[in-house]
């Protein structure tokens, strides 16, 4: 599976972002993650093939993740964002194959928040 992300870019303080994310296949659990250098890749929100959805603590009220499944393609809606928030985002997916879970990363997208 190949995925591309996109949307990420410079935004001030309390503006909005939208990230995309397309697989070049079906798959199961999408996701982001986000890092900042020096620190560990952090989760930040999933969603399974059937809609649930899970967020972290840091994004609850301002963050909202999406997909089209026929589309293959997940979107993370980011309003009210802060500069803490300023990290290079990554989608996340998984495929079952043969009864195990295969992870796949995309590129990155760095999101910037200027105070």
């Known amino acids: 599976v190949q995925l591309q992300a996109s949307g990420g870019g410079l935004v001030q303080t309390g503006g909005s972002l939208r990230l995309s994310c397309a697989a070049s296949?079906?798959?199961?659990?999408m996701g982001w993650y986000r890092q900042v250098p020096g620190n560990p890749r952090e989760s930040v929100a999933s969603i399974s093939s059937g809609g649930d959805t899970f967020y972290a603590d840091f994004v609850k009220g301002r963050f909202t993740i999406s997909r089209d499944n026929a589309k293959n393609t997940m979107y993370l809606q980011m309003n009210s964002l802060k500069p803490e928030d300023t990290a290079v985002y990554y989608c996340?997916?998984?495929?079952?194959?043969?009864?195990?879970?295969?992870?796949?990363w995309g590129q990155g997208t760095q999101v910037t928040v200027s105070s």
């Open positions: 996340n997916v998984d495929q079952i194959v043969g009864g195990r879970n295969i992870f796949y």
């Open positions: 296949g079906s798959v199961n659990v």
